[in-house]
């Protein structure tokens, strides 16, 4: 699939908790660059992750070098599938905002649970 980790890579995960705090993305892909992917394509984007989270997080930060090293799948989904699930719809126009709405048509919003995170704050994120 042309570009599928640049997909997910270029659109860089935020992850909300109580140390990193913000969601504006340092930049965009270029449109041309993706494909429309689909529910179809989920279980490449979750293979995907396995390269693309030690890559942007490492393995952890300070105090909590294994924060990263494990995670579990809660949901993926292509982001148009998002429409009418308020909590999760609301990361979609994030993306539209910050990147355009052909980006955020190719894109997909990831929800992990970092076992070894400590705490429910810091335990799950949203990813895009």
């Known amino acids: 699939m042309k570009m599928l980790s640049t997909l997910i890579i270029s659109i860089p995960m ?6 990193i705090g913000y969601a504006q993305p ?20 979750i293979e ?17 070098p294994d924060m990263y090293t494990k995670w579990n799948v809660v949901s993926a ?8 699930i308020k909590e999760e719809e609301d990361y979609y126009g ?20 970092c076992p070894n995170a400590p705490g429910a704050n810091l335990a799950q994120g949203q990813y895009l």
Do not use: Q
């Not at 935020?14 to 140390?19: A, E, G, H, R």
């Not at 340092?26 to 984007?45: A, N, Y």
């Open 14 to 19: 935020v992850f909300f908790n109580s140390i």
């Open 26 to 45: 340092k930049g965009c892909p270029v449109v041309s660059d993706l494909e429309r992917t689909s529910i179809k394509d989920k279980k490449e984007v």
């Open 48 to 64: 995907a992750l396995n390269n693309l989270i030690p890559k942007t997080y490492g393995t952890g930060i300070d105090g909590f």
């Open 77 to 84: 989904k292509p982001f148009p599938e998002t429409v009418g």
């Open 94 to 113: 994030m993306v539209k905002n910050f990147c355009g709405r052909e980006i955020a048509a190719k894109s997909w919003l990831v929800r992990l649970d």
